[in-house]
């Protein structure tokens, strides 16, 4: 997955990996936690598509999973405009 930025305390840049993807949203592996309530901006790379889905989403819920690699589990929530 490119690149998440998360919208407090300031823009960053965080690169996780999908784990699972509903109508709903998306659960995110990645070395950084989010912080839950936060509104981040995704770039969702599909395979055989030639640009990212820029999308808008919001955390719902962080745990932390494991130790080395990508220990930290985030769900997102897509935002409909």
């Not at 995110?28 to 640009?51: G, T």
């Not at 999973?65 to 405009?81: A, W």
């Amino acid at each position: 997955m490119p690149p998440v930025r998360a919208t407090y305390p300031a823009p960053r840049e965080i690169h996780g990996r999908i784990q699972n993807v509903s109508e709903g949203g998306v659960c995110i592996m990645s070395a950084q936690a989010l912080p839950v309530a936060n509104f981040v901006f995704c770039d969702i790379a599909v395979p055989d598509v030639p640009v990212p889905i820029p999308s808008l989403m919001q955390v719902r819920w962080s745990a932390r999973r494991g130790r080395n690699g990508q220990p930290h589990m985030t769900g997102l929530r897509f935002i409909s405009s």
